[in-house]
């Protein structure tokens, strides 16, 4: 039997490279949190959503089971859930990419080993926590190879004899070069991403997931967002606004008792430094202001 629960429970990494962005992107969409005594739920103080911290390769298996509505997982990780599920299950879907954490899986071997390319891997044993991925690559480039399934530190299996390469996920590099280990060719890029459980929601949950969604996305647009306004003759507009990194068009209001002239309000993204300001004065225009954009909400 299912207990019905009125709250939103969003699944994130517990330790691991996305842990804390996880977090922290849930904190600037305005959700705050109280921590359980064992650290594994974080209960939502100002919203009905809370979040149960686990081990990312979790995440598909909970969103399925309908224990959390969304979570916040790598592509990878749901890539590999769809080519290990049953037949007939549905899978969890992804509702958007978040732009961090970003990683690529990728075949290593040791350091001064034998095997330069991945050919060399025909008739040896890879370890992996991603069987599926990894049987499908190999597959598509006719490499017969044993996968070795292991759930963490992958990275110390060939120093144990388990496996002669390894398929991990790399993002730094630091994991590889601590292990002596190399990569020998990428098979898959990711980053993380929102992805919503399968089951359907009652109404009032799907609200709150449309809602988190959109505030996620405004949190995300807003980051580097910068507000540009500044004063110029009407002619110069166009040149000004090709020289901006403007997002949208920008919004041009007409002065009082200056017919010739504009104010102009641009949103533009990424730097805005003092060379940009420079060569927008020296097409006319003044007051130059740069604000930084707190939120924003489409
Ligand atoms: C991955 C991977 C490595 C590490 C690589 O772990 O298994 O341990 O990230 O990152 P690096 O190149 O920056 O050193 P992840 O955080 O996904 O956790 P898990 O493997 O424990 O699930
Ligand atoms: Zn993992």
């Known amino acids: 039997m299912t207990i019905a629960r009125d709250r939103l429970r ?14 922290s992107l849930l904190r600037r969409a305005g959700l705050s949190f109280r921590a359980s005594r064992d650290r594994l739920f974080l209960y939502g103080e100002n919203l009905p959503i809370d979040v149960l ?20 997982v790598g592509r990878n990780v749901l890539a590999e859930q769809r080519l290990t599920a049953l037949p007939g299950t549905d899978a969890p879907a992804e509702r958007l990419a978040l732009g961090f954490g970003g990683c690529r899986l990728s075949l290593a071997v040791t350091d001064g080993g034998p095997i ?5 891997l025909d008739g040896l044993r890879i370890a992996t926590s991603y069987p599926g991925l990894l049987a499908d690559w190999l597959a598509v480039n006719g490499i017969r190879a044993e996968i070795v399934v292991l759930s963490g530190s992958v990275e110390i299996a060939p120093r144990l004899g388990k496996a002669d390469a390894i398929c991990d996920l790399v993002s730094s590099g630091a994991t590889l070069a601590a292990n002596q280990l190399h990569e020998l060719v990428a098979i898959l890029h990711s980053e993380a991403v929102l992805a919503a459980s399968p ?38 507009l166009a040149a000004i606004t090709r020289l901006l990194p403007v997002r949208e ?7 009082d008792g200056l017919p010739d002239d504009i104010a102009v ?9 003092w060379q940009h300001l420079e060569d927008l004065k020296r097409l006319g225009a003044r007051g130059l202001m740069v604000l930084n954009v707190e939120r924003m909400l489409a």
Not at 53 to 72: H, Q, T, Y
Not at 116 to 120: C, D, E, L, M, S
Not at 249 to 254: A, D, H, R, T, W
């Open 10 to 23: 969003v699944a994130v990494q517990k330790s691991g490279r996305l842990a804390e962005t996880s977090l």
């Open 53 to 72: 911290l686990v081990r990312d390769d979790d995440i598909p298996g909970l969103l399925m089971e309908g224990s959390c509505e969304l979570g916040i």
């Open 116 to 120: 330069t390319v991945p050919a060399q």
């Open 199 to 236: 089951h359907p929601l009652g109404s009032a949950k799907a609200e709150q997931v449309e809602r988190l969604c959109a505030r996620i996305e405004g949190a995300q647009s807003s980051d580097g967002a910068r507000l540009l306004m500044l004063q110029a003759p009407r002619t110069a």
């Open 249 to 255: 068009s920008p919004s041009v209001l007409s002065l």
């Open 265 to 273: 309000q641009a949103l533009c993204s990424g730097a805005l430094d």
